[in-house]
């Protein structure tokens, strides 16, 4: 199984809002990442966690809040976006030897975010 | 530091027609390559990578590509377009000592006329 499962697959909020994006995945792989992607460009890193800790964070802001409650899953919690943070937002995960990353990254399909 | 160019942001072949997708990178060390293809409102897929051994990487889908050092290029080919091969594709590099960072180059778009 290399699936990476993403929910919801659309999301439509307000700037006011409180909502979640969740992230699964049953491979074992203990390295979660979360990417966002405007249209037409690549993905951008946004935080990765390694071990359910966060390891990399890209100063995004504190309106996006990620949490790792196990090795399976991965969220990310949203709260008082504006609407520039319209975008797909992907999930990825990868495996860890010896707390190295190993070079492949499997990807969710993504939750398409709209911010009204 | 590392980097990836993508040479055209479009590209168009008709139906049949070889495809060539351009990647050039810029790393101090030999890294790790990979091509990822990404349909609409789709997350991104592997297609095919390469890490270490034979230089030239077959992927799915009938992709592959030739990793050439002295070029610094990793470029993707399919010898016959399919209209279901018109995608986004996007080139990437990571560091072979590890790290979670992957490079993405800024894409090609690939379009298929029947």
């Known amino acids: 199984d290399t699936e990476v499962t993403q929910t919801p697959k659309h999301l439509v909020m307000g700037m006011t809002n409180k909502k979640s994006l969740k992230c699964e995945q049953h491979m074992g792989h203990r390295a979660m990442y979360w990417y966002k992607q405007k249209a037409k460009k690549p993905p951008e890193l946004m935080f990765v966690y390694s071990y359910e800790k966060l390891s990399i964070n890209e100063s995004v802001p504190s309106r996006f809040s990620p949490e790792c409650p196990n090795s399976s899953l991965l969220n990310l919690h949203l709260h008082a976006l504006q609407p520039e943070d319209s975008a797909l937002y992907l999930c990825?995960?990868?495996?860890?030897?010896?707390?190295?990353?190993?070079?492949?990254?499997?990807f969710g399909p993504g939750t398409r975010l709209t911010v009204l | 530091a590392q980097s990836v160019t993508q040479l055209g942001s479009h590209v168009s072949v008709s139906e049949g027609a070889l495809v060539l997708l351009r990647c050039n990178y810029s790393?101090?060390?030999?890294?790790?390559l990979f091509w990822y293809v990404q349909y609409p409102n789709q997350g991104l897929q592997l297609l095919l990578k390469?890490?270490?051994?034979?230089?030239l990487v077959k992927g799915i889908n009938g992709f592959e590509a030739e990793f050439k050092k002295s070029e610094t290029s990793f470029h993707l080919t399919k010898p016959s377009a399919h209209m279901s091969d018109a995608a986004e594709y996007f080139c990437a590099v990571s560091r072979r000592t590890g790290g979670f960072k992957t490079i993405f180059g800024a894409g090609t778009r690939l379009f298929v006329k029947a």
């Open positions: 990825a995960s990868s495996q860890l030897d010896m707390g190295q990353s190993s070079d492949t990254q499997y």
């Open positions: 390469y890490t270490t051994g034979a230089t």
């Open positions: 790393s101090s060390v030999p890294p790790y």
